[in-house]
Structures are given as C-alpha cells and as structure tokens.
C-alpha cells in the first residue's frame, strides 16, 4: 500500500487505517471486544520525557522497545532483564517460564523494527516519522507470547494455599504506525473458584501528529474487566476485590514503572549516541566513557553486590520451595480433618440427636466462609 505524497493526506490515510484495522481485529476476535472492559482507570494519559527544560512526547516505538519487547533488557533492571521478567523478580515470582508462540522483532513494521538507539536519536532530533511509514501493507501485525510462574501468596490464611499457579497470556497488536495496543489475558489456579474467570487487560497507545508529521501527543488508555466463563457464588467479591486491585496496580505501580523506564531508557540512549573522539582531546574522551555506563568495567565493590543479590535470590527461592512444600501437608492435613468432622457428625447425630449436629454444622459453615473471603482478599493482592 503506497503513501500519499501529501502531509495531510498521509494524515487522514493514517487515522483511516487505524480505525479499519481495530474494527477488522474486533470481528475476527483477534483483539478484545469493548464489552470484555469494564473499566477505564488510566485515560488519555499523556506520556512524554522529562529533563531539565526538555518536555517532550514519547513515540510509541521507544514505549515498544522499552516496555514490550522481548529482546531488549529494561534499564531498571541495568540491562540485565526484559521489563515482564524484572516486574516478576519486584513481586518475587518464580519458576517462570516463556513460551514464544510469535514473537520476532525482525518481522516487525518498519516503524517499531528500527534499533532503539536509532528511535531515540530520531525522537531527539524530531525528526519526521515518514521514512518509517512505507509499509503499511505490514499492519496490523500481532505477536504473542506467554508466562507461566508460581505467585506467592502474601499473609495466606490457615488451610489455604501458599501460592498460585499463573499464567500472562500476551498480543502485541501494531495497529498503524499510530497506534500500538498490548492485550492481556490472566488466568490463575490453585484455589476454589479461580478457574470460572479471566481478567482482560487492554494498554492502548495513541500518536496525535503534527502537519509535517513529526509527533505532537502520545496518549495512554488502561482499560480492565474480570470475565465469568461460569457461574459463581462468590462472582460479586471477586468482581469487588479484582477491581480495586486492579485500580491500584494501574495507577500507583504499572504507570510510575512504565514511566520510569522510558526516561532511562531516552537518557541511557541520548548519553551511548554521544560521539567519542579517540583523536581528540583525552579528557573529553574520558568524560564520555564515564557518561557511557556500557564502557566502566565492573569494580570489585560492584562484583560483590551482585554476589550478595545472588545469594538473596537463592535464600529466596529455597524459601519459596519450603512454602510450596508446607503447602502439599497442610493439602493431606486438610484431607484428615475433613475425615474426622465427619465421623464427629456421625457422633453427635447417633447420641446428641439432630438439633445439635444442626447448630455444629451451621458453626462450621460460618467459619469457612470467613477463611473464604479472608482468602479472597489476600489473593485479589
């Protein structure tokens, strides 16, 4: 599909095409349907970088490159993990796993496909984004990928589980070379009732253009829902719990990481693009090797650090082990009590009669129901 050779022309392509290709993707339920998002709890969040004087909107390659793909190391890690894998490693996650289903940076639209270091030099530069747009035969085009890991439970109450099994079901949907939306489907396992259910999330990233095509605004919409593949009894407070969570992780933990990373991605890139000139004067060459963190080797104090966040890691995931394998007694322990109320039952039936076992078993329900919502509220955390 070839550009028009005219801004505003190319403008209205643009928006046209976008629009198009959500409504295409909805049909083929490739993308969610807006019925599957019950709320909106970031909306038209502007995203830009920030530095001294300089205020300026972030192009959605860079959000690409820095928050979604795979191949690249987040700078809140110091290079060292994608930015999924260094959001596991905050909330002590373990046992992960990756499936690459289809996820290959190569075949990306020209647009998200240029290196990082050259989007940020383009973004410095404000550049044009029109060299990067003549393939627009290539979108949409969607990547997907998932993770498996153990989610450990935060203050688990008696008889529960000590942690989760769960799975992040990921699309990477290049829309237009406007528009970039990031589709997630979380499913867990591991107490009753968690298998009626998934949570839908929707991160949708929108370009506003200038008339020479250089970019104007980058907007950010966070759209959630829990969706029942079942009926439950317990549907209203798990709908209560999920939303508040969710609310809060959007807002006071997703966003402020998101944009944090982006900055330190444009500082680290804006700092390593800066030319070093062997030949030229030796202080300055040496003022950008230390600008340039890529170039200090490590020193002795840092190599001991690392050794120590080793051993914590060990520490912890032992410790996560021993959880796991409290939790498989205390699954055999629950076996036995659940044996045993039943012979008490059929002794207080044959020799106290029927209004006392009544009353016992009412006591009996009421106390579970308290560990149930007691569960509830420590795994919508």
């Given amino acids: 599909m070839s550009i028009p050779n005219n801004y505003k022309n190319i403008l209205d392509k643009l928006k046209i095409i976008t629009e198009e290709n959500i409504k295409s993707l909805i049909e083929q339920e490739i993308l969610y349907s807006d019925d599957k998002f019950q709320k909106n709890y970031i909306q038209n969040h502007s995203l830009d970088y920030l530095n001294k004087s300089i205020k300026k909107p972030i192009p959605i390659n860079i959000i690409y490159h820095s928050i979604y793909n795979q191949d690249n190391h987040c700078q809140s ?27 290959d940076n190569n075949t990306a639209p020209n647009y998200f496909k240029k290196q990082i270091d050259n989007c940020v030099k383009s973004f410095l530069d404000n550049e044009s984004i029109k060299d990067d747009i003549d393939d627009l035969d290539n979108y949409p085009k ?19 589980p000590k942690l989760l099994e769960n799975i992040d079901n990921y699309k990477i949907i290049f829309i237009s070379p406007i528009c970039l939306i990031i589709e997630q489907k979380g499913e867990c396992t591991g107490f009753t009732g968690l298998d009626c259910f998934y949570s839908a999330i929707r991160n949708k990233f929108d370009m506003e253009l200038n008339d020479d095509l250089t970019i104007k605004k980058t907007t950010l919409n966070c759209y959630f829902g829990i969706n029942f593949t079942k009926s439950n009894w317990l549907q209203g407070k798990i709908k209560s719990n999920g939303y508040s969570q969710a609310e809060e992780g959007m807002t006071k933990k997703y ?26 004067d030796k202080s300055d060459f040496l003022d950008d090797l230390i600008i340039n963190d890529s170039f200090i080797s490590d020193t002795e104090e840092e190599k001991e650090k690392e050794k120590e966040k080793e051993k914590e890691k060990n520490i912890k995931k032992k410790e996560m082990n021993k959880i796991k394998n409290k939790g498989n007694t205390n699954g055999s322990l629950n076996y036995f009590l659940i ?37 509830l509220n420590n795994l919508s955390k």
Avoid: C, W
């Fill in 142 to 160: 969607v990547f997907e990928f998932k993770y498996n890991y153990q989610h450990p439970i935060p203050n688990p109450i008696m008889f529960g």
């Fill in 339 to 375: 044996i045993a109320i039943i012979i008490a039952m059929v002794f207080f039936l044959k020799f106290f009669g029927k209004e006392y076992t009544i009353i016992i078993l009412l006591g009996i329900i009421v106390y579970n129901s308290i560990l149930i919502n007691n569960k």
């Fill in 255 to 280: 966003l402020p990481a998101i944009t944090k990373e982006l900055n330190l991605t444009i500082k680290k890139y804006s700092n390593d693009s800066k030319k070093i000139v062997i030949d030229g």
């Fill in 77 to 103: 890690s110091n290079g060292k993990l994608n930015f999924q894998r260094y959001n596991f490693s905050v909330r002590n996650d373990y046992d992960i796993k990756y499936d690459q289903k289809f996820f």
